[in-house]
């Protein structure tokens, strides 16, 4: 069972920035938060993860509450090429097994409006 | 540098038929694992390998599925006398190492249809 609770769908403006919002209340001190994406008919997209500061990357960046409950993706300059599903995965460190048996949820469902 | 490779991308097979589907890994990456998608659901973990070797196959139903990733070639998920319920796309990734920083590197996936 998924950790994380995400809305099903969210609507964005092309050219806005898109947010996406996770939360995760029952996560542990040494869980990450993941983020991937898998537009229509392709594999799932790594974007970004973080444990407890914010992170940026060319793809978007992460902002993590400091009680770590909840988290958002922020996809800033959204295009239509960013439609796709969203889903947030909060996963162990280390190399065992939860490294690799990522639990996908049903995600958010992201549609960029032209 | 060619991402992760599976084929077929699309498979048909009547009830009762064997369905193969391969996978490449990305050129370096030694660790592949299988995930099986059902309409309207997430991602969920079925096998992790190394090369001839089975790391976890937890995830795997226990009848008509196995899994192997031989010395040469390509990674196999096997599924004999498919079900329509074996109906999903089926997603292979791969990662040079374990995946202890979690990114794992997905392929187009394969889609099987039974019926």
């Known amino acids: 069972d998924a950790k994380t609770t995400q809305p099903p769908s969210m609507d964005c403006a092309e050219g806005r920035a898109a947010n996406l919002p996770c939360n995760h209340s029952?996560?542990?001190?040494?869980?990450?938060v993941y983020w991937y994406r898998q537009i229509h008919s392709q594999g799932p997209q790594y974007i970004i993860h973080?444990?407890?500061n914010n992170e940026t990357n060319e793809m978007a960046s992460l902002i993590i509450t400091e009680d770590r409950k909840s988290s958002t993706l922020i996809l800033p300059h959204a295009t239509l090429r960013d439609t796709a599903v969203y889903y947030c995965?909060?996963?162990?460190?280390?190399?065992?097994?939860?490294?690799?048996?990522?639990?996908f949820g049903k995600g958010t469902k992201l549609s960029v409006i032209p | 540098n060619a991402g992760v490779m599976q084929n077929p991308r699309h498979l048909v097979r009547r009830r009762g038929q064997e369905a193969r589907l391969r996978c490449s890994p990305m050129k370096g990456h030694s660790h592949v694992y299988w995930y099986r998608q059902l309409p309207e659901e997430g991602l969920k973990f079925m096998v992790y390998l190394q090369k001839e070797n089975i790391i976890d196959e937890s995830g795997m139903p226990k009848e008509r599925f196995s899994a192997e990733f031989p010395k040469e070639g390509p990674s196999i998920l096997r599924i004999q006398q498919v079900v329509r319920g074996d109906s999903a796309a089926y997603f292979c990734a791969s990662s040079p190492v374990t995946a202890n920083t979690g990114e794992l590197f997905f392929g187009e996936g394969s889609r099987l249809t039974v019926l």
């Open positions: 973080g444990l407890k």
């Open positions: 995965i909060v996963r162990v460190s280390g190399s065992g097994a939860g490294s690799y048996q990522l639990t």
């Open positions: 029952t996560i542990s001190g040494n869980e990450y």
